[in-house]
């Protein structure tokens, strides 16, 4: 059964910086396409950041470029390192998991983790 569980999420002041981990379940990440989302108040789910693993490349959306760093371990944990956080970054992070070495949308899903930056 595949599963993903996120954890790390919190209250952080902005300027900030939180890890975001997500952990995977009955299967291991080698062949597959992770990505972490995220939906803010009021806006709809938005893509913040992917890896491919099989290649190990990486697409962040230009709003936290510079700034998130996502790593995977291509086996069961998936990272996303969050710095110079703001309160604009408020969301739920949601892992996402496709076994893909192209499409990033996920075919399953986390239960998402709050993030919550402010002062």
């Known amino acids: 059964q595949v599963q993903l569980v996120e954890s790390g999420g919190g209250l952080v002041q902005p300027g900030g910086s939180l890890r975001l981990s997500c952990v995977a379940s009955?299967?291991?990440?080698?062949?597959?396409?992770m990505s972490w989302f995220r939906q803010r108040p009021g806006k709809e789910r938005e893509l913040v950041a992917f890896?491919?693993?099989?290649?190990?490349?990486t697409r962040y959306a230009d709003s936290v470029k510079d700034r998130f760093q996502i790593s995977s371990d291509n086996e069961t944990h998936t990272s996303l390192q969050m710095n110079g956080l703001k309160p604009e970054d408020t969301a739920v992070y949601y892992c996402?998991?496709?076994?893909?070495?192209?499409?990033?949308?996920?075919?399953?899903w986390g239960q998402g983790t709050q993030v919550t930056v402010s002062s």
């Open positions: 009955g299967f291991t990440t080698g062949k597959y396409v």
């Open positions: 890896i491919i693993n099989v290649s190990g490349k």
């Open positions: 996402g998991a496709r076994r893909s070495s192209y499409n990033y949308e996920p075919a399953n």
